[in-house]
């Protein structure tokens, strides 16, 4: 196995048991990620994107397959693991500052130690004066940053995002992805983000991986190279609209052939 | 505030115009007194009931009886909804059971628990706290059931322990579910309570209604009916106030993703 490599997925298959005839979600799927690398999955709904991350997050069990983390195969949950979901999923009954110390309580640590950490990651994500708050008073945007606020506190090795802006509209969309991108090389952290939006994942990524339709499986990896920080005026910019056109390319070639 | 003053002084009006009309109506149709008292009768009785006294033991008793049963069947009921709601091998033992009983009408029990426990408080204590067990332990079931599915993956996901989902997440997560149950087995206390002192009792509101039935004095009837309108009232008030105050966030706005 290669040195430096924080996730490593081989030969992974996925099969749900449901009532009516099993359902083949992810099939011979290999995906790798380096430390401090940004990847990104992206692929059309239903191709299984949910489950690759449920089974690397230690939630679901793999049927087939090897997933490991720092070289230790995944067995479970792992303290090294943070995770941003879809919705904020936040505890509606605890504040905010509550709701980011929950991975510090869950495993069992210090959380008066973790206060002021805390209080730092809420500045980060732009929440310095809404640790008292409780979720419902904050907008989408602001809940999906208590979310990331919430995958940081134990500092996590890997971070992995499930469409975290999704539910989002379009202009805190982009701040959000901006301000991910500021986070990621302030802390230099492994990321496996999930998206179905390509210009978000050329956007942010180092290396865009595309899922077929389902049962998925990655196709094709992309390299980005466009230079960092990237700023608002690289969305306009020839190279990432190139980017984006390769990407939709291979992704309707996938779609077709499996229509 | 306008709001406020309406909302007390309308009822106040129409409950004025109720008993006028009741007061005038028994002259109107020459209504005998121990078909229906007059409002004036009614407050004597409240009178001697509660200014001299004479109610005052009977009200303690029932309170009291109530009271200790209500807690009883409720904390017992809570507990058992949780064991069962966390673990299908109880579940397993005792739902049918549990479910059988249910479907019981629990005043028929009265008599047995007469015989049971004895013609003192313990058994309106028993009858009440049988009555209020049923629908709080079905709504604690329920709640902690329903509980999201994508907050227990997510405390998951950060290595919680079990102990942790169940008091950080589930419990809270049924709070509305149990005040539902706990405002329902307000009025099934009181209910236990007067069926016990009907069927057996030397006390209590119940006793009082029954005992004017000896003597056909529905003055003292209503006001002991009305005894029992006020305990059933401050006792769901006071559960919808703590319903407010404790699970706060169920009223306020919903939980969805808004733009910002
Ligand atoms: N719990 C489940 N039981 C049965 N089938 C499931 C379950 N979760 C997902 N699936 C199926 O697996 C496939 C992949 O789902 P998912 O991983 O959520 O896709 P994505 O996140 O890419 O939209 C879908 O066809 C979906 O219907
Ligand atoms: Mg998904």
Known sequence: ?259 | MKDRVTSFIFPALSLLGLVALWHFSIDLFAIPDYLLPRPSAVISHLKTGYIDGVFWPHFAFTLQSTITGYLLGCVSAILVGAVLAESRTFEKCFYPFIIALQSMPKVALAPLIIVWFGYGAASKVVMVALMCFFPLFVNTVVGIRQTDRQLVSMMQSFSAPASLVFFRVKLYAAAGHIFAGLQISIVLALIGAVVAEFVASSKGIGWLIQSSLANFNTAQMFAALLSLVAIGLVGTQTIQFLHRRVVFWEQAAPMTALPE
């Open chain 1, 1 to 259: 196995m290669t040195q430096g490599r924080v996730l490593e997925v081989a030969g992974l298959a996925v099969v749900y048991q449901s009532n009516r005839e099993p359902q083949r979600a992810v099939e011979n799927c290999d995906i790798s990620v380096g430390a401090g690398e940004f990847v990104s999955i992206i692929g059309p709904s239903g191709c299984g994107k949910s489950t690759l991350l449920s089974v690397v997050a230690g939630l679901l069990e793999a049927t087939r397959g090897r997933v490991s983390i720092l070289g230790s195969e995944v067995r479970g949950p792992r303290p090294e693991v943070g995770m941003v979901f879809q919705r904020p999923t936040l505890l509606p009954w605890m504040n905010v500052i509550e709701n980011v110390l929950i991975p510090v309580r869950a495993l069992g640590r210090n959380v008066e130690a973790h206060r002021q950490q805390a209080q730092d990651l809420l500045k980060l994500v732009g929440l310095g004066t809404h640790a008292r708050h409780y979720p419902h008073e904050l907008s989408g945007g602001m809940q999906q940053r208590v979310g990331l606020a919430r995958a940081l506190i134990h500092d996590p090795g890997l971070l992995l995002m499930d469409e975290p802006f999704a539910a989002l509209d379009a202009m805190t969309r982009e701040r959000m992805s901006l301000e991910l991108q500021d986070i990621w090389m302030a802390r230099r952290k492994t990321v496996l983000f999930i998206t179905h939006s390509i210009p978000e994942a050329v956007f942010l990524s180092d290396r865009i991986a595309v899922m077929t339709p389902s049962p998925g499986r990655i196709e094709r990896e992309i390299a980005i190279d466009l230079p960092r920080p990237r700023r608002v005026e690289t969305l306009a910019s020839p190279a990432f609209a190139a980017l984006c056109g390769e990407i939709r390319e291979t992704f309707n070639a996938l779609a077709g052939e499996h229509a």
